[in-house]
């Protein structure tokens, strides 16, 4: 634990020395704003994967029975739906996205996951599969081999699993059969949307495009939306215009932040995260109950009865709470040692950071996943 302390810090010290002390930094403007209306769709479908060996759902999954006879009743087979074996069918989801200026014909990869109670999709063929969009219509359809990126296997009560073998990807799998492109040619005006809300960069971003057109075309609306118009811009498109202001250089602020993941124990910290004045008292408290049975026997001749008698015996321990404390300003790495010196954990360290964020001395956002 400790090395892992040292690593962090040595790396939080490697990340101050090559910022620039006034933390800012140079970006493009491409990699912190996005065109409003250019985004991607998510695509859902249900269908069956078929190929199986025997590791597919099982009779009881009574969905997966009656989608088989479904698709064999296109075919021109009538079966009753409560006669079918499915050992080698699996009912699955079909999930995939339809990017931004999708065609018909522009392929898109799938990953398909089971819904019942399948042991393994891997061999399987995933059939044709309608993908429909958040309105209810059909923009692409999938059908292809499954690639798994695991295995299980098992005999006489003994099995042995990698990964997650019920889910499944089909490169290019799917095909979309719907024109969706967003028709940028005709417009006269647009909006860039910042990834992080910030006043002060959609301020700079504004400053920035108007300094390179050489016009009053960029407008910032709120912390997330810039307006810009191509009249006066010397573009005729939006395409156009877009070519020549992605790749402008753009200083932007870091934002003072702090994210944990209570469930894996990482605490990542930003260099230019200061603490109050505060001090900590890091102890523990150990509980240990033990309990001692004897037998009672009775003498001879008499009327009494053999027991056993249990004997509690409670100890406790509590170890000597330890301090760290920290001046005004203090860095990330003063608190690390600090932690460090007093053996606290990673979780230990999650723990301080949320209750330094609610004393109040945590001058950065507290974000946790």
Same mark, same amino acid.
């Given at each position: ?5 040292? !690593? ?9 020395? !090559? ?169 006269? !005006? ?17 400053? !920035? ?161």
């Amino acid at each position: 634990m400790q090395r892992l302390f040292r !690593t962090i810090a040595a790396i939080l010290v490697l990340i101050g020395a !090559t910022a620039a002390e006034d933390t800012q930094r140079l970006v493009k403007i491409r990699d912190v704003t996005s065109v409003e209306g250019v985004r991607d769709n998510p695509l859902l479908g249900y269908g069956i994967v078929v190929g199986l060996a025997g590791t597919g759902d099982r009779r009881q999954t009574v969905f997966t029975t009656q989608t088989l006879a479904n698709v064999l009743q296109r075919m021109g087979v009538q079966i009753p739906a409560n006669s079918v074996r499915v050992n080698n069918v699996a009912a699955v989801f079909v999930t995939a996205r339809l990017p931004a200026f999708a065609r018909p014909g522009t392929t898109l990869d799938i990953t398909v996951s089971s819904v019942g109670d399948a042991k393994s999709l891997e061999g399987g063929l995933l059939l044709l599969t309608p993908l429909y969009g958040p309105d209810g219509r059909i923009y692409a359809e999938a059908q292809g081999s499954l690639a798994v990126g695991g295995y299980s296997a098992g005999s006489g009560g003994t099995s042995r699993q990698t990964n997650h073998p019920t889910v499944g990807r089909i490169p290019e799998g799917g095909r979309v059969e719907r024109d969706v492109s967003i028709d940028l040619v005709h417009l006269t !005006t647009f909006a860039l949307l910042l990834s992080d809300p910030d006043f002060t960069t959609a301020d700079q971003v504004a400053r !920035t495009v108007n300094r390179e057109l050489r016009c009053n075309a960029a407008i910032a609306v709120d912390g997330r939306r810039v307006e810009i118009n191509l009249a006066g811009s010397g573009s005729a498109t939006v395409p156009s215009l877009m070519a020549r202001i992605e790749n402008l250089d753009l200083q932007v602020q870091r934002r003072a932040k702090v994210v944990v993941n209570e469930r894996t124990g990482t605490v990542v910290i930003g260099k230019d995260v200061k603490l109050g004045a505060i001090s900590i008292l890091h102890g523990g408290i150990s509980i240990q109950i033990t309990t001692e049975y004897s037998v009672s026997q009775p003498s001879a001749l008499s009327q009494g009865r053999t027991a056993v008698i249990g004997k509690a015996d409670v100890q406790t321990a509590e170890t000597p709470a330890r301090r760290v404390e920290l001046s005004e300003g203090a860095s990330v790495d003063q608190l690390v040692g600090g932690l460090q010196a007093i053996g606290a954990t990673a979780r230990d360290v999650i723990s301080v950071l949320q209750a330094i964020k609610a004393a109040g001395a945590l001058e950065a956002d507290l974000e946790v996943l």
